[in-house]
């Protein structure tokens, strides 16, 4: 069982950045592929981006690329979103996703989620 809290979520301007983090319970470095999603209300949940154990794999979704970098810390069990050059269409709840071993798109895959953090973008 993994334990994630995620947290760094807030109001901004268009243009501002954040980063987000990710805290895991146990030791995720050893096979645990990391996710962040989003959604907005109404809408469903939205890949975003993703990291393989090691950081040789990381995959974005389109809204992300070039203003989003995933990274992560295997010492501090933590992976984080660094978000910049956000929009108002960033605004959603971001969530934190672990499964073990691939890299994954799909949220139906990940098994485990963190309870959300709130990024809201005024324009």
């Known amino acids: 069982q993994v334990q994630l809290v995620e947290s760094g979520g807030g109001l901004v301007q268009t243009g501002d950045s954040l980063r987000l983090s990710c805290a895991a319970s146990?030791?995720?470095?050893?096979?645990?592929?990391m996710g962040w999603f989003r959604q907005a209300p109404g809408r469903v949940r939205e890949f975003v981006a993703a990291i393989n154990w090691n950081s040789a794999i990381i995959s974005y979704g389109d809204s992300a690329k070039g203003r989003f970098t995933i990274s992560r810390d295997n010492a501090k069990n933590t992976v984080y979103l660094q978000m910049n050059s956000l929009r108002p269409e960033d605004t959603a709840v971001y969530y934190c996703?672990?499964?073990?071993?691939?890299?994954?798109?799909?949220?139906?895959?990940?098994?485990?989620w963190g309870q959300g953090t709130q990024v809201t973008v005024s324009s």
């Open positions: 146990r030791r995720t470095s050893s096979s645990y592929a």
């Open positions: 996703a672990a499964r073990r071993y691939p890299v994954s798109t799909i949220a139906a895959e990940y098994p485990y």
